[in-house]
Each structure stands twice: as C-alpha cells, then as structure tokens.
C-alpha cells in the first residue's frame, strides 16, 4: 500500500453525515460533520486528497450514495453493519464513533464489504420485499376473516352460484349479518 493514503469513514444518515479522514502518512484523524442529504457529501468528498479509499454502512440511505460516488470517480465501498466487529463494552454509539471506528477498520483491512447492486436489482429486491410483506398481510388479514366466518357457520357448501356470489359481494352466505371479531 502507498503511503499517505486517506482511508475516509462515513456516518450517513438521511439529512446529516459525520465523515473521518485517517490519513495513513501522517496518522492524522479529522472529522466533519456535513448537513444535508447524502448526495451532497459527494462535494466534500472531491476535495479529499488521493489516493483515498471511503466506506459507509449499508442502511437505509441505500446504495445511491456510492453508485454516484462511483460515477464521480470517488473510490467508495459499501459494509455489511451487522456483520462488523464490535468490542463488548463498545455501547456508547455516535456518529462521530462510527465515521472514526469505521476510517480505522478499513484502513486495517477488518471489514465486510458488500456488492453494490445495479439499480435494477436493487429495484427487483424492494420488489420482492413489498411482495413478502402484502403476503404476510394477506395471510394475518385471512386468519381473522376465516374464524369470523367460522363463527357465524357461514361455510357456502350447498348453495350454487347465488352463495358464491353473495360472499364475493360481501353479504353473509348464510343470511345472518357478519360480525367482525378483534
């Protein structure tokens, strides 16, 4: 590795983030705090002398900061949190923390990186979360409705087209109002 090279942690939160220079040369550590939404750091990162390597964690800002980060020429990395070592008796967490603890563990080589996926991917997994989610609302939203019907021996065996249809409207099949149980 060359010497003087800037290993850069950020702490990226949706409108504020804390950034931690570790310059391996002179073992200088300077950390800022910038205001505003994560695409703007990209500024600020421009002037950080090269060669320099950053990292963030994966979160709920996504991948978007490194994607353009990337397309700007910047050396940027992406870490798995969970999966990053944390001392026992390390329990007070800020940002400032964070930025520093993670300039120093990439500069010692310590952390999980983790594929930034295309946009399209990206877009199919959100894709598939929201499917997971609508089904396990589905099946919570079945459960209750079956033991309601349950309740009231609306079963719909025996009555042709006619109770199909009067369950499909949303009237009880059987002639008795329906109530909703909680």
């Keep these: 590795m060359a010497d003087g090279i800037r290993w850069v942690g950020l702490d990226v939160h949706a409108h504020?983030?804390?950034?931690?220079?570790?310059?391996?040369?002179?073992?200088?550590?300077?950390?800022?705090?910038m205001v505003g939404r994560p695409h703007q750091?990209?500024?600020?990162?421009?002037?950080?002398?090269?060669?320099?390597?950053?990292?963030?964690?994966?979160g709920p800002t996504g991948y978007g900061l490194a994607r353009r980060a990337r397309a700007w020429g910047i050396e940027m990395s992406v870490c798995a949190p969970g999966r990053t070592e944390?001392?026992?008796?390390?329990?007070?967490?800020?940002?400032k923390r964070?930025?520093?603890?993670?300039?120093?563990?990439?500069?010692?080589?310590?952390?999980?990186i983790v594929t930034v996926p295309s946009l399209e991917r990206e877009r199919l997994r959100d894709l598939v979360r929201?499917?997971?989610?609508?089904?396990?609302?589905l099946m919570?939203?079945?459960?209750?409705?079956?033991?309601?019907?349950?309740a009231a021996r609306c079963t719909g065996r025996?009555?042709?087209?006619?109770?199909?249809?009067?369950?499909?409207?949303?009237?009880?099949?059987?002639?008795?109002?329906?109530t909703r149980r909680r």
């Design 16 to 33: 504020e983030s804390t950034i931690a220079i570790f310059d391996q040369g002179t073992g200088e550590l300077s950390t800022a705090r």
């Design 41 to 58: 750091l990209l500024e600020r990162l421009m002037e950080v002398p090269v060669p320099a390597r950053m990292v963030y964690e994966a």
């Design 86 to 95: 944390r001392r026992p008796g390390d329990r007070i967490k800020t940002d």
């Design 98 to 112: 964070d930025a520093v603890r993670l300039a120093r563990l990439l500069a010692a080589g310590e952390l999980a």
């Design 130 to 137: 929201c499917r997971e989610d609508i089904r396990a609302d």
């Design 140 to 150: 919570r939203a079945g459960t209750g409705s079956g033991s309601s019907c349950c």
């Design 158 to 178: 025996g009555r042709g087209v006619r109770g199909r249809e009067r369950i499909a409207r949303g009237s009880p099949a059987c002639g008795s109002s329906i």
